[in-house]
């Protein structure tokens, strides 16, 4: 039988880093259009608008994932010590 495992702290620290993420991908700049004219061709240009329009969909995806694992993660820091205590209770129980 295979024991899940893990620290508090290191559900604590993934917890923490996983909401630094979200927040840089939350406030991330994807207009692109201030740098046109550095760019030197309208087509590349307009093939880094289209990055930015398609990065802008999948950034709103990755985003989702990574507030649902967050969630998931702050639930294990919620729920874990709670059953914890319990099966520490059942065991000792005579």
């Given at each position: ?39 030197g061709s309208g087509d590349v240009a307009g093939a880094m608008d289209n990055f930015a329009g398609n990065w802008s969909i999948h950034r ?35």
């Amino acid at each position: 039988m295979t024991d899940l495992r893990i620290s508090y702290a290191d559900l604590a620290a993934t917890n923490g880093a996983l909401l630094a993420l979200i927040n840089d991908m939350e406030n991330i700049q994807t207009d692109t259009s201030a740098y046109d004219g550095a760019m030197g061709s309208g087509d590349v240009a307009g093939a880094m608008d289209n990055f930015a329009g398609n990065w802008s969909i999948h950034r709103k995806k990755l985003l989702g994932n990574m507030q649902n694992v967050q969630s998931m993660v702050q639930g294990a820091l919620t729920d874990f010590p709670e059953t914890d205590r319990k099966a520490a209770g059942w065991l000792t129980k005579k």
